[in-house]
């Protein structure tokens, strides 16, 4: 009953927020706003029953996301133009559309019904399943990485290639792809602020810490390669607002970043490809040992790795895109 | 509480036309960036919201624990890689809103509207 009613208190934060973030017209409170939107949604996940969720959305969402826009905030200006055409027209279909919608939710079944058709048909297979085919806890990773391997591959490849079309598209006017490192200069971001140099010195190693759990405890407890590639993602990016963007680039190279991002979505691949050459089918875990439950293990292991690494990689490629633009 | 058991959709239909709102009705391509990802976690609260089962956990099994009622795992996987990629996909947007800055010198839409026509 608690939980229901601190559900409902949450759900009514974020409409409060969403509104705040549409009506302000200073760009960056808009993003500090979306900072906390995202947190409120991450709580509500977790309040829903989905830890591995809301771990992704409050690395993700409150954490890169803020940065990321901030980043390309600093590239544009931050004041919005008031006097926008057809307000009432659009706030009236918006209306409209909600009263369509909330009319319709009566035929949904009510949350938590045990009886909804969506908690019938592959949910249950899989958590009847998970235990004798792959025997690791986290059903959400053993989904994840093995029954829905070929899903995953692709948003891996589909983040990649959101990566590489940052740098095409940042890259215009310039004859290089890949940042250049900036000269060294005066301007050194936080350097000289005493405060964000010890807080931020003391946390990096523990978020890069809890990163490193995060990837390899993912079988066991909410957690896995996306989640954990965010937070060491943050973690750099924390370094790098501290000490500043040359660095940063000194510490992990375009380069290194660009490879991190390409192999680790080839390691997922090649997985995929040594489970074919072992006599199974593309990304079949079972035959890479002779034991099929060790197998599984091993390939989820290996791909998650490929996950967390290639996340990393493109979440800082994109980030060092924007900043080393600001200067 | 019969009512209150769609509380979660009625909030998932307000979000996701707040943020349509955004993306139709504001002139700004940084505030329409903005609706998109409002409207992005609308859909994600909708998928979370159906895997919720009464009396359930989170679907990580415990060794010795029988007849525990777990969430549907199903929605959480498709929702939790499709956040890492709407953050990706956004930064691609955001870039093309840089280069726009860059090209046009403003990211109000109208007034690109009216630079494009001008011969």
């Not at chain 1, 017209?25 to 996940?45: K, Q, R």
């Not at chain 1, 937070?231 to 680039?249: D, H, M, N, R």
């Not at chain 2, 609706?35 to 159906?50: C, K, P």
Request: net charge negative; aromatic share 8%; hydrophobic share 55%.
């Amino acid at each position: 009953m608690i939980v229901a009613v601190f559900g409902i208190f949450l759900l009514t934060l974020l409409v409060v927020t969403a509104i705040a973030i549409v009506r302000s017209s200073d760009l960056f409170s808009a993003v500090m706003l979306s900072g906390i939107f995202s947190l409120l949604m991450a709580a509500n996940f977790f309040v829903l029953d989905a830890a591995d969720v809301a771990l992704t959305e409050a690395a993700v969402g409150a954490g890169v996301a803020t940065v990321l826009l901030l980043g390309a905030l600093a590239l544009l200006p931050t004041d919005e133009r008031q006097g926008n055409r057809h307000v009432g027209l659009a706030a009236l279909t918006m209306a409209a559309n909600i009263t369509v919608i909330i009319y319709a939710t009566h035929d949904v079944p009510p949350l938590g019904d045990p009886a909804a058709p969506a908690q019938q048909h592959v949910a249950a297979w899989y958590l009847a399943h998970t235990p004798e085919l792959i025997d690791i806890p986290n059903v959400v990773t053993a989904v994840l990485a093995s029954f829905r391997g070929y899903d995953t591959i692709g948003e891996v490849f589909v983040i990649l290639i959101a990566g590489i079309g940052v740098l095409f598209v940042l890259s215009g006017g310039r004859d290089q792809l890949l940042p250049k490192r900036p000269e060294p200069t005066l301007n050194t971001a936080l350097k000289h602020h005493l405060i964000p140099q010890v807080v931020g010195r003391l946390m990096i190693p523990f978020i890069i810490l809890f990163g490193l759990y995060t990837q390899f405890h993912g079988e066991y407890g909410p957690g896995g390669g996306f989640q954990a590639g965010a937070l060491v993602a943050a973690g750099l990016v924390l370094y790098s607002l501290i000490e500043g963007e040359q660095a940063a680039l000194e510490l992990t190279p375009p380069n290194l970043l660009f490879g991190l991002a390409l192999g680790g979505a080839l390691l997922y691949g090649a997985v995929g490809v040594i489970a074919m050459l072992l006599g199974g089918t593309f990304l079949d875990y079972s035959v890479l040992l002779s034991d099929p439950i060790a197998g599984q293990h091993l390939g989820i292991i290996v791909i998650e790795l490929g996950v967390g690494l290639s996340v990393t990689g493109v979440m800082l490629t994109i980030y060092h895109a924007f900043a080393s633009r600001v200067s | 509480m019969e009512i209150l058991g769609h509380y979660h959709y009625w909030v998932f239909a307000v979000l996701l036309m707040i943020g349509f709102y955004a993306l139709v009705a504001k002139q700004n391509l940084f505030k329409k960036m903005l609706g998109l990802s409002i409207l992005q976690s609308a859909v994600f609260l909708l998928y979370i919201t159906m895997a919720e089962r009464e009396g359930g956990t989170a679907p990580i099994i415990q060794p010795g624990v029988a007849d525990q009622l777990y969430s549907n795992p199903l929605p959480q996987v498709l929702i939790l890689t499709a956040i890492v990629v709407g953050i990706s996909t956004m930064a691609l947007g955001l870039a093309i809103v840089v280069r726009i800055r860059e090209e046009y010198g403003t990211i109000e839409d109208d007034e690109i509207r009216r630079m494009d026509r001008r011969p």
